[in-house]
């Protein structure tokens, strides 16, 4: 097991790693087999206060600082994960039952990421703009916001944090990072680790490990923090966007998503096949940008199924560890449960399995399910997990309509023949990406990143993450004399 499970199973407030004063800990299993991988003392209320605390003293000499000097915290923390990239993977495997796939294509991503975190630190940080008036200038500066909150999710917990850790330190602000409790070590003390060892100096990163049921809202209402980024669900996303407003606060929303892969009649159906099940599949389906349905053209329908069905049932499901496994385990037993579940309702509600997945522990085989009722909520819910449902239609119109039945509106892809007939098809549905002749799970680190409809409020990633992370103050210098009314 990596050392990382008991050497960074703490808090990290202030520059010190020490244990939370909360009366019960978080116990990190690992989702394959169950092994205790670390027990974590929750912080509480009081932890999260010092921690806003000490990101609010640290920030200010921090943003003062040269932008050479934030770079090079930025570039040493790339050298870091690049040399440890070995020892991040088996921690990714262990702690959310990534596979190897997975947590190269987590890696690759987070050191993508942390390149144009490089960039930005160096990004201009002040304009002119002109004025009606001759004799005065005016300045617009783009300062940091000061402290932000990070909450992240539990399916790329090393990649989600540092998108928006690493970007929000580039730019000069403090942060305090809380990550999802089911993964503390990825999602949260690792990265601090990654920073500590680069040199960021003490109190600009604190990690949170804690749960809403011992602080509710309080890292969200804290009076300190300007912006809350946070990455999980509509559901969760709706109420802390609800507190941020209440708190006059900016908050960064990436939610789910019911994104489709449409199969136009005229697409290359091996290589649609190819995209729909990486799309669908890939990290047991725990992903916001995962094709929840296929589309298909009838008229094609009846080979498309049988290859789609054919590479489905050819995917290995087991031990993440193991090179051949496709299919790890979901990361916990009650998301297990509710995957099995929403397939045994489907069933009874008369759709057709093509492919019936078994459940052993947390390891959730993957479905392929057709005839699903047209006004099946299934089909405008988010699943997370291995289960693609296959939807037949008739000609493009119906594809345009079918695709934007759903509340979420994250990504989506279309594959055709006619790149052009793709980018109008693309054009026509409400998303806040979409993908002609490729999968549906991208992420890119100069391309906006974001939903709309439910998927999300605001985007990362290139310059949205200055607009996301700063603020901006208009200074104006009256060069002559004004003249005033009175």
């Not at 930025?74 to 040399?83: H, I, P």
């Not at 047991?284 to 080979?303: F, H, K, P, T």
């Not at 009650?334 to 019936?356: P, Y």
């Not at 200055?466 to 208009?474: H, I, P, S």
């Given at each position: 097991?990596?050392?990382?499970f008991?050497?960074?199973?703490?808090?990290?407030?202030?520059?010190?790693w020490r244990?939370?004063?909360?009366?019960w800990d978080?116990?990190?299993?690992?989702?394959?087999?169950?092994?205790?991988?670390?027990?974590?003392?929750?912080?509480?209320v009081?932890e999260?206060?010092?921690?806003?605390r000490?990101?609010?003293?640290?920030?200010?000499g921090?943003a003062?600082?040269?932008?050479f000097?934030?770079?090079?915290?930025m570039?040493?923390a790339?050298?870091l994960?690049?040399?440890?990239?070995?020892?991040?993977?088996?921690?990714?495997?262990?702690?959310?039952?990534?596979?190897?796939?997975?947590?190269?294509?987590?890696?690759?991503?987070?050191?993508?990421?942390?390149?144009e975190s490089?960039?930005?630190?160096?990004?201009?940080?002040?304009?002119?703009?002109?004025?009606?008036?001759?004799?005065?200038?005016?300045?617009?500066?783009?300062?940091?916001?000061g402290v932000?909150?990070v909450?992240?999710?539990?399916n790329?917990?090393?990649l989600?944090?540092?998108?928006?850790?690493?970007?929000a330190l580039?730019?000069?602000?403090?942060?305090?990072?809380?990550?999802?409790?089911?993964?503390?070590?990825?999602g949260?003390s690792?990265?601090?680790?990654i920073?500590?060892?680069?040199?960021?100096?003490?109190?600009?990163?604190?990690?949170i490990?804690?749960?809403?049921?011992?602080?509710?809202?309080?890292f969200?209402e804290?009076?300190?923090?300007?912006?809350?980024?946070?990455?999980?669900?509509?559901?969760?996303?709706?109420?802390?966007?609800?507190?941020?407003a209440?708190?006059?606060?900016r908050?960064?929303?990436?939610?789910?998503?019911?994104s489709a892969?449409v199969?136009?009649?005229d697409?290359?159906?091996?290589?649609?096949?190819?995209?729909?099940v990486?799309?669908r599949?890939?990290?047991?389906?725990?992903?916001?940008?995962?094709?929840n349905?296929?589309l298909?053209?009838?008229?094609?329908?009846?080979?498309f199924?049988?290859?789609?069905?054919?590479?489905?049932?050819?995917l290995?499901t087991?031990?993440?560890s193991?090179?051949?496994?496709?299919?790890?385990?979901?990361?916990?037993?009650?998301?297990?449960?509710?995957i099995?579940?929403?397939?045994?309702?489907?069933i009874?509600?008369?759709?057709t399995?093509l492919v019936?997945?078994?459940t052993?522990?947390?390891?959730?085989?993957?479905?392929?399910?057709?005839d699903?009722?047209?006004?099946?909520?299934?089909?405008?819910?988010?699943?997370?997990?291995p289960?693609?449902?296959?939807?037949?239609?008739d000609?493009?119109e119906?594809?345009?309509?079918?695709?934007?039945?759903t509340p979420?509106?994250?990504?989506?892809?279309?594959?055709?023949?006619?790149?052009?007939?793709g980018?109008?098809?693309?054009?026509?549905i409400?998303?806040?990406?979409?993908?002609?002749n490729?999968g549906?799970?991208?992420?890119?680190?100069?391309?906006?990143?974001?939903g709309?409809?439910?998927?999300?409020?605001?985007?990362?990633?290139?310059?949205?993450m200055?607009?996301?992370?700063?603020?901006?103050?208009?200074i104006?210098?009256?060069?002559g004399?004004s003249?005033?009314p009175?």
């Amino acid at each position: 097991m990596s050392s990382y499970f008991t050497d960074l199973a703490q808090q990290y407030i202030d520059g010190e790693w020490r244990p939370g004063s909360g009366s019960w800990d978080i116990i990190d299993f690992n989702p394959y087999d169950g092994e205790k991988l670390a027990s974590i003392t929750i912080a509480t209320v009081d932890e999260i206060d010092q921690a806003y605390r000490a990101a609010e003293r640290a920030q200010h000499g921090w943003a003062e600082a040269s932008a050479f000097a934030r770079r090079a915290v930025m570039e040493k923390a790339l050298r870091l994960v690049e040399e440890r990239e070995g020892e991040i993977a088996e921690a990714i495997i262990a702690e959310l039952g990534g596979t190897r796939v997975k947590a190269g294509f987590e890696l690759h991503l987070a050191k993508e990421f942390l390149r144009e975190s490089i960039n930005l630190t160096t990004r201009p940080e002040v304009s002119l703009v002109p004025s009606p008036v001759d004799t005065k200038e005016n300045r617009l500066y783009r300062l940091p916001v000061g402290v932000v909150g990070v909450i992240s999710p539990f399916n790329f917990p090393f990649l989600l944090s540092l998108k928006s850790v690493a970007p929000a330190l580039a730019i000069g602000n403090g942060v305090v990072l809380k990550p999802h409790q089911d993964t503390p070590v990825c999602g949260g003390s690792l990265v601090a680790k990654i920073f500590e060892d680069a040199g960021l100096p003490p109190g600009l990163l604190n990690v949170i490990i804690t749960d809403i049921a011992e602080v509710g809202d309080a890292f969200i209402e804290h009076p300190v923090p300007k912006v809350i980024s946070f990455t999980g669900s509509d559901k969760v996303g709706r109420h802390v966007a609800t507190v941020c407003a209440g708190n006059f606060k900016r908050s960064i929303l990436e939610l789910g998503g019911n994104s489709a892969l449409v199969v136009l009649e005229d697409a290359d159906i091996d290589y649609a096949v190819d995209a729909a099940v990486f799309s669908r599949y890939v990290h047991q389906g725990q992903v916001c940008m995962a094709a929840n349905r296929v589309l298909v053209d009838r008229s094609i329908s009846d080979e498309f199924t049988e290859k789609f069905v054919a590479k489905v049932r050819s995917l290995k499901t087991g031990d993440p560890s193991d090179p051949e496994t496709v299919i790890g385990p979901v990361i916990n037993s009650s998301q297990a449960e509710a995957i099995s579940a929403t397939v045994e309702q489907a069933i009874a509600d008369g759709a057709t399995a093509l492919v019936h997945g078994v459940t052993r522990d947390n390891l959730v085989e993957p479905s392929v399910l057709t005839d699903v009722a047209a006004d099946s909520p299934l089909l405008r819910q988010e699943v997370f997990g291995p289960v693609a449902f296959l939807v037949l239609f008739d000609g493009e119109e119906e594809a345009v309509r079918l695709v934007n039945d759903t509340p979420y509106g994250l990504s989506g892809a279309v594959h055709t023949g006619d790149v052009e007939r793709g980018v109008r098809f693309a054009q026509r549905i409400d998303t806040g990406m979409f993908h002609v002749n490729d999968g549906t799970v991208h992420d890119e680190p100069l391309v906006p990143f974001g939903g709309e409809k439910n998927s999300g409020v605001g985007r990362l990633n290139g310059e949205t993450m200055v607009e996301a992370f700063t603020t901006l103050k208009w200074i104006s210098v009256q060069h002559g004399r004004s003249g005033f009314p009175f």
